[in-house]
Nanobody, 123 residues
């Protein structure tokens, strides 16, 4: 399974970006998926997760109400819509996938990872 993240860039505070993550090698329908991020000098942290069906989502408190995770299983793609960006959102964003039950959702223990895409938010 390969994950390819894209969509990062430089944005002013208050702006929006949409990240994408394309799954190849197996259908994305097999996997619960999530976004994580790692800011300079900090540990990687959970951002958002979504069930295999897309029916349930989970967010870190720091992004709740600003970010939206979604998926298109027909297109094998995971998304992260980021609105109201803040300088503290600056990080490399990673998509992740793991096999799990249809309606399971998790913040840890993902087996497959994308290469990361850099998001920089200026004040």
């Amino acid at each position: 399974v390969q994950l390819q993240a894209s969509g990062g860039g430089l944005m002013q505070a208050g702006g929006s970006l949409r990240l994408s993550c394309v799954v190849s090698g197996r259908t994305s329908r097999k996997f619960g998926m999530a976004w994580f991020r790692q800011a300079p000098g900090k540990e990687r942290e959970f951002v958002a997760a979504i069930t295999r069906s897309g029916g349930s989502t989970d967010y870190a408190d720091s992004v709740k109400g600003r970010f939206t995770i979604s998926r298109d299983n027909a297109g094998n793609t995971l998304y992260l819509q980021m609105n109201g960006l803040k300088p503290e959102d600056t990080a490399v964003y990673y998509c992740a996938a793991d096999q799990m039950r249809w309606e399971a959702i998790a913040r840890t223990d993902y087996d497959y990872w994308g290469q990361g895409t850099l998001v920089t938010v200026s004040s």
